[in-house]
């Protein structure tokens, strides 16, 4: 779907209808996606069903279905007749076999799932309860034994885990149990999701400082020297630059511990910054 039809339709017919939650840019891009699924599969339904290996193109294309027009339908068949649209199915198909641990989830999206479970219990389910529901029947078995494998390594993990489990973050349980996230998703989130708009990232900008503050923690003590060293190193390159920390920065800086090394050298000073930065690079010429 052309993006500026699509955009032309969501400011005059689904905005009205609708109430989102969150901000437009990204309830746009839900409902961009959400169609964008929905007409893929309508659209392969629709070629398994009128395609015929025994008629020509141009015989395939008089037969238009009822509520298409002859030049949506003429333009549809060319697009399936091409080469390259043929390619990519096959290698489509072959990527959907190699999907050993099928799912239980149904067309339900997972957010609603989760609205569902949160409403249920009186908690907020995180990314392995939601993996465990969306993998077991009805009746309670596994849809299959590998799936069964990693269920209940997911659950073992939850029960020995000292950790808020609801929190979503890449070293949770499922991110532990099987590791890294694809760019373009993040597993048992639905629609949407990916690891540059789920997880918590630190923008550092020189002149424009912003910390983002979401659902992963920082609990590990390597972490946190790490953030340290990090805000000390940016105090440095801040006071080298501007001759002192600029005032609407100041407080960031002062809930940042320093590290024994800055507590036994003191503050750091202009002329420590330039002379440190000079030294690292003998060829500068002040």
Same mark, same amino acid.
């Given at each position: 779907?052309?993006?500026?039809?699509?955009n032309?339709?969501f400011?005059?017919?689904?905005?009205?209808?609708f109430?989102?939650?969150?901000?437009e840019?990204?309830?746009?891009?839900?409902?961009?996606?959400s169609?964008?699924?929905?007409?893929?599969?309508?659209?392969?339904?629709?070629?398994?069903e009128?395609?015929d290996?025994?008629?020509?193109k141009?015989?395939?294309m008089?037969?238009?279905?009822?509520?298409?027009?002859?030049?949506?339908?003429?333009?549809?068949?060319?697009?399936?007749?091409?080469e390259?649209?043929?390619?990519?199915?096959?290698?489509?198909?072959?990527?959907?076999?190699?999907?050993?641990v099928p799912h239980?989830?149904?067309?339900?999206?997972?957010?609603?799932?989760?609205?569902?479970?949160? +409403?249920? %219990?009186?908690?907020? #389910?995180?990314? =392995?309860?939601?993996?465990? *529901?969306?993998? /077991?029947?009805k009746?309670? !078995?596994?849809?299959n034994?590998?799936?069964?494998?990693?269920?209940?390594?997911?659950?073992?993990?939850?029960?020995?885990?000292?950790?808020?489990?609801?929190?979503?973050?890449?070293?949770?349980?499922?991110?532990?149990?099987?590791?890294?996230?694809?760019?373009?998703?993040?597993?048992?989130?639905?629609l949407?999701?990916?690891?540059?708009?789920?997880?918590?990232?630190?923008?550092?900008r020189?002149?424009?400082?912003?910390?983002?503050s979401?659902?992963?923690?920082?609990?590990?003590?390597?972490?946190?020297?790490?953030?340290?060293?990090?805000?000390?190193?940016?105090?440095?390159?801040?006071?080298?630059?501007?001759?002192?920390?600029?005032?609407?920065?100041?407080?960031?800086? +002062?809930? %940042?511990?320093?590290? #024994?090394?800055? =507590?036994a050298?003191?503050? *750091?000073?202009? /002329?420590?910054?330039?002379? !440190?930065?000079?030294?690292?690079?003998?060829?500068?010429?002040?």
């Open positions: 779907m052309p993006k500026s039809y699509f032309d339709c400011n005059k017919i689904i905005k009205s209808h109430c989102f939650m969150n901000i840019e990204v309830a746009r891009e839900y409902v961009y996606r169609i964008a699924k929905k007409w893929a599969t309508s659209r392969q339904k629709l070629w398994d009128f395609k290996p025994l008629k020509t141009d015989e395939i008089d037969n238009f279905p009822v509520g298409i027009t002859r030049d949506q339908w003429t333009f549809f068949v060319n697009y399936r007749s091409k390259e649209t043929q390619n990519m199915c096959k290698r489509n198909a072959e990527n959907r076999k190699k999907q050993t239980t989830g149904g067309s339900k999206p997972n957010s609603r799932r989760r609205a569902e479970m949160m +409403a249920e %219990t009186g908690r907020k #389910p995180g990314r =392995a309860q939601l993996y465990l *529901v969306t993998h /077991t029947k009746d309670g !078995s596994y849809v034994e590998e799936a069964k494998e990693i269920c209940e390594k997911i659950e073992l993990a939850v029960s020995e885990s000292t950790v808020d489990e609801s929190e979503i973050s890449p070293n949770d349980v499922v991110g532990k149990k099987l590791g890294k996230e694809h760019p373009g998703r993040v597993r048992c989130l639905g949407g999701a990916t690891p540059s708009n789920t997880f918590r990232e630190t923008n550092l020189p002149g424009n400082i912003r910390i983002v979401n659902n992963v923690g920082c609990s590990s003590s390597g972490c946190q020297e790490k953030y340290n060293q990090l805000m000390n190193t940016l105090k440095a390159y801040m006071i080298m630059k501007e001759g002192s920390i600029p005032e609407q920065f100041v407080g960031i800086f +002062a809930s %940042t511990p320093t590290t #024994p090394r800055d =507590a050298s003191g503050p *750091v000073s202009p /002329t420590d910054a330039r002379r !440190s930065s000079g030294a690292s690079n003998p060829c500068d010429i002040h």
